[in-house]
């Protein structure tokens, strides 16, 4: 007989009060991680920026545009490798519920900027050549099952009426970090169709994208870019990828904040429901505590007991948490597609999910523990009986 | 046994308890000599302190003042760490309920103590056998307490007590729980355990048949010892 399976017995004297615990932490667990998801799925897009990519905006806001004539004189400053320029389209498809990225930009130069999107060269080829081509992710083509070759038509927000595209191209990331729900067509086509149309906005972009040659030099550019727009009628805010796409996260940040405590509070919940498990295992067996010390076994036996029980009642239900995880963040992906772009459970999501069932496990045992331990045996024995 | 040093040497011992603001004398001046392989009797009515002295004695508590050597061992002066592992190697507990584990098996139960001694597994197997043919329960180690009867629990916890081959024995009201027929056979084991094994045993009842059993009986009146030889009773 060994102590192990003493704790693995004691831990099932009691199998539905075990069995409730290890659903409640097992519940607990699987909200954690998802919730944990959550957030890292709102820094995806941090996550997923490169050091070495600048965005040049609009000083004023990123809502008015900038001339498409800055893009010569950015390629020109020092440091500076590749330039490239886009517009947020705004479009709808079919049903403002069906909402997804799509965006305006110069393919050829825009996704040598991007080489984590990866485009099937023959379908590359025929989306440069079609003016009215689209690129479009591959999560986006098989949430509306669109094939290539499909005319998809967006209804335009910010640029009405209808907006007719070829789809010639599905990219897919070269990792799981890279959002593969996002639409791409040529800047070129809108441009054309506004000036056709006599509309305001013509020839101007939302933003630049800058390749730097060197990461190190990120900070020296953005300040050349700025400098060389400053006193012009549209002066530019230039900044690393990272910092624009924290921009956007700052706007939501209360969302987050709060998504974050309410992932703590089920911690302090799981937290209750194992200590109080533990808490009426212990009083229950005070008196067998009592026979183990009169038998000579140590604080450390003894707290090794109670440690161990709630050890195993806790990573019993972790562990079926996280296994559960993987399944409940696919469906949350898959569901959510729109809201979150990116939605994986990262290993750090996976060692916070071990760190704190290790901790609640510790937390949970301490007062019974160092109860059990300090009980005088006599009083102890008196309560059997 | 006249020559031989007394096992339990007991002088001038003095306990008592607070309770709220009051202190409440349980033992007062006690001196007692136990000779190896005895079996005494502790009697006496509720609250007069012969489960105190017993437990004293079993080094589970402290007293107040005087000393209690044990095969020549100062108990009162061991620490809790010292007095734990003394309490492993030299006494044997029997107690009224028994106070077998529930989830381990009769085996379990009495291999529970050796798991402290480093004996090998192989080891353990053959004391804890040993220890369950002198209870005549060998058939039934792998039997949980609630498959047992009371008298085959107090068995078990007996073999409990011996496996470890201790310096005395202290039984609390052993037969306290017991049917007539089952009290009978367990004073009958701890009669053979005392004249064939050569045991010690200090006993606490309240039956006047299990004191019958004993070598010497003492009485204990408000925390005051009074030997009484068996043949008063």
Redesign the interface.
Known sequence: MHILKLIYKNAFRHKLRTFLTILGVTVAILSFGLLRTVVSAWYAGVEASSASRLVARNSVSLVFPLPLSYKEKIRQIEGVKGVSYGTWFGGIYIDEKNFFANYAVEPKTYLAIYPEIIIPPEQWATFIRDRKGAAAGRKLAERFGWKIGDIITLKGTIYPGNWDFVLQAIYKGRDETVDETAFFFHWDYLNEALKKAGRLWTDQVGWYMIEVKDPNLAADVSVRVDKVFKNSLAETLTETEKAFQLSFISMTEAIVIAIQLVSFLIIFIIMAVVANTMAMTARERIGEYAVFKTLGFGAFHISGLIFGESLFITMAGASLGIVLTFPAAEIFARELSQYFPIFNVERETIYMDIVTSLVVAFIAALLPAWRAVNIRIAEGLRRIG | MANRPPIVEIRNLFKSYRRGNQTLEVLSDISLNIDDGEFLALMGPSGSGK??LL?LI?G??SADSGTIKVGGVDITSLSE?DL??W???NVG?I???Y?L????TA??NV???L??SGLSKKARREHVEVALRIVNLADRMDHYPGQLSGGQQQRVAIA?AVVTDPSILVADEPTG?LDRVSAEEILELMERLVHEIGKTIIMVTHDPRAAKKAHIIKHLDKGVLNAHPQADL
Do not use: G, K, M, W
Request: aromatic share 14%; no cysteine; charged share 25%.
């Open positions: 489960t105190t437990n079993a589970i508590d760490t734990a592992r309490r492993a190697n507990f107690f009224q309920f106070n584990i529930p989830v381990l085996f379990e291999e529970l103590p798991l402290l409990r729980d």
